[in-house]
């Protein structure tokens, strides 16, 4: 992965993706590390989901290479846990809906995937 800044903006990272200078797989395997590594210490996700995000992450890639998608496309993002995503469980921080898992995603995650995001999981 080529040298980006210490905490590079989302414009950062989509113009890297654009540039070819490094893959939205190379940036969601970066992300899922530095969550695994911080989620000891923080335990700031609520969910993690590894496999959807590197799928998501190869979509993302033949997207760009064909020179497609916008702005958000292949970048890593995290739902807050309030938010329904459709086959990820979604507490809303409760007890109550600790395995609740939505068949349907909610309005701003439809729209956040149809830009391109990739979802690494839920804080």
Not at 8 to 26: C, G, M, Y
Not at 82 to 104: E, H, K, N, Q, W
């Amino acid at each position: 992965m080529p040298a980006l800044p210490a905490r590079p903006t989302i414009t950062d990272l989509s113009l890297a993706l654009r540039a070819r200078q490094v893959s939205s797989r190379e940036l969601t395997a970066a992300a899922l590390k530095r969550i695994g590594a911080a989620s000891e210490k923080l335990n700031s996700f609520i969910t993690v989901v590894p496999e959807l995000a590197l799928a998501a992450a190869d979509r993302a890639d033949v997207v760009l290479s064909k020179d497609g998608g916008g702005p958000l496309t292949g970048i890593p993002f995290a739902h807050k846990d309030i938010f329904c995503t459709a086959g990820i469980r979604t507490t809303c921080g409760s007890r109550m809906l600790a395995d609740f898992v939505s068949p349907y995603d909610a309005t701003v995650v439809e729209r956040l995937a149809a830009a391109g995001i990739v979802t690494v999981g839920k804080t």
